[in-house]
Every structure is written in C-alpha cells, then in structure tokens.
C-alpha cells in the first residue's frame, strides 16, 4: 500500500550518504554500458601461459575508475538480474526473472530519472531475439525509446557463434546505429561471446587455451580474451568518431562464467586452494568506469551490481535520496553495509556469510556466528522490502 512505499522510502533514505566531490562531473554527458557476458573479476590483471587474458582493459583501469571488490548479486534471471538491478536498484526476484515476471510494473528506473534530468535518449543494443529474457515488453517498462536487437543487425552463419553474433561484428555494428540516436543518450551494449560453453573459432583466439584439468576454464580464457578485443574495437571506434570525449563508459561482468563445479579449474590456474572464502572471492566481477578527463582511480569499496546505478547517478549529479532504491554510490559507499545476496549470504568488509557459516575474510576461517549476527536484520528487510515493492508494484504510488 501507500504507507509501505513511504516506509520503505524512509528507509532508504535512512541509508544514503553525503555526495563526494565527484558529484555531477560527468552532467549531461552521453552514457554508454557494457554488459560483459559472464566475466569475473579473477581475469583482470591475470596472465596465461605469459600472456595478459585482459590486455585492453587492464590499460583502460589505468585511465578509469576501477572497482576491485564488486560482487554478483544476481539469481535465475543471470543477464536479466544485472540489467535488472542497475535500472531500478532493486533486488532480483529469488526465483524466476524480474523481466519474465514482472513486466507490467511501474519503475522508477534509470531510463526515465535520464530523461526527466536531461531528456536522455535511451537505447539496448544486443545480438538476439528480443523475446529472450522477456527484454522486448521489460524494456518498455523500463521506459527505453528502442531496443536493436538481433532484427537489426546482419547476422551470418559467418559472423556468428554460439549464442549468436560475434562480439567484434557486434560493436561494428552497433557503432553505426549509435551515430544515428539523438544525444545525450544512454545505452546498455550486452555481448555474448564469452557464454557458456565459450565456443570459439580458431581464427579468432587472441591467446592459446589454458591447461589447467578443467576443459572449460581452458576454454573460458580464450572467450574472454575475444571480448576483451572487442572492447578494444569499441573504443577505438569511439575515439574515431568523436563520440569519446563527451561519453562516460561502464563496464561491467553480468555474473560468473565459471560454476562451482568448474572452479577448481580456477583455483589451480590461480594457484590459490579451493576454499569457501576463496570460492566467495572467485564471485567477484570487475567494473570499470571511464569518464574522460577524470584521473584514474582505484577503489577498494566493497559493492555490488546493485550500487552501479547511484555510482553513475553520482556522477551524472543526478540526487538518489527519493529514488527509493538499495544501491549507493560506491565512491561514498559506507563499508559496514553488508553486500547482500538473494539467497541471504553476505559480505561485509571484515566477514562473509556463506551457507549458514560466518568466516573472517583474513583470517579465512569460520568464526562463531555472533559476528554476522548484527547484520542480518538489514539483509533480510532490505530483501523484503524489495519483494514487496516488486509484488505490490507500490512504485506507482511514488509522486
Ligand atoms: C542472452 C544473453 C545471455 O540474450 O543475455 O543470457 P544469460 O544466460 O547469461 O542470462
Ligand atoms: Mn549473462
């Protein structure tokens, strides 16, 4: 009902902080999100064989802002729970896909606070069918003006793998269409290549396979390395026609590539032992954010996908105190706020709540449970407060 949404509103606002002097650098500027399929933060600054995985944003981080401690806090929804999560600043649904299943919401999502700002044009750009993942009706919801989906691109037998469209003939593409929407605007490019099982042509394998026992991980490592080109063709194209000084980009993994049964791949790539603390570690994806101009910056801040949306708000100056949302900008981000996952589990700055076990992260063994204990109560009401904002569609009560 009404006083629910101006309860929950009372307590988010409960749990904003003050702006940093980064507030609104990036006013008006267009904004450009890079969904990376399935990668984690492990590759960033990892070599295989001798040779970098991610040589192309390894030297981005230098000239951006750069995350090293943001979790996936997705669910079913993979993909889906990302987008999800950094339009809205909601918490993905525990089963199912937000998208799939709750379509016909109102939101006050990232789309409309742009437009409302400073009439911000607002466009998806990926290479499938736009039934998947509900994406067609979803993103209506979410008050985008166009979704290119597989329908407007040329798509070969040639030019495709796996899933769909490469990701280097993707951002070639994509490019053009961007010259043509009016600015500013906002988009979200989601590739594809480096989906499972990370399927990939010889001609396009940048570096060689790892040998580590777990085929897939062998196989992952080159998948990541072709995207990783592919952000590279991005901006060199974006330098090329302009559009590069006057944009912000973010890049981000969407959810891990590599599930608990293939870790131990990973484990013996990164010659660390397969522990719970490490496997929470390993769930760790890498986000980037390039505003030109801005010195570099690494931050250290534990996060999670669903504090990306105030991050950029942040520095478009654009205020979330009435936004009614669980992010918060990670250049302010207070580190006693738990990361919290849809399954309950949390990370802290100095624990980690996994499967009903507390751990120290440094001393990476379990400890007794009173040391989670106080953070439990805000996970479990910001997860409620969430679900029923989402089952109660109570953001049309929002003014
Ligand atoms: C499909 C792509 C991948 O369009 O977003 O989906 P995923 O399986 O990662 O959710
Ligand atoms: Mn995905």
Redesign the pocket.
Known sequence: SKSDTKASMEYTQSTKQDPSDLFGVAEGKNLILV?M??TQNFVINTKVNGEEITPFLNSLIKDSFYFSNIYDQTAQ?????AEFMIDTGLYPLSSGSAFVRKPDNTYASLPHMLKRKNDYYAAVF????RT??N?EMMYESLGYDRYFSKRDYAVTEDNSIN??IKDIPFFEQTISHLEKIPQPFYTRL?T?TN??PFLLEEDDQFIDTASTDEDVVNRYVTTVRYEDEAIKTLFEKLKANGMYKNTVVVLYG??YGISEKYEPGVFELLGQKDTPVNHAKLQQVPLIIHVPGEEPRTIDTIGGEIDIRATVLHLLGIDTKNALSFGHSLFTRNENHPVIFRDGDFITDKYIFQDNVCYNKKSEESVNDSFCDPFKETVRKELRMSDDILYGDLLRFLE
């Open positions: 969904s399929e399935s929804g993979k993909t889906s729970d990926h290479g499938n069918e998947f993942w994406r899933y769909g989601i594809l989906h499972f969407d959810h």
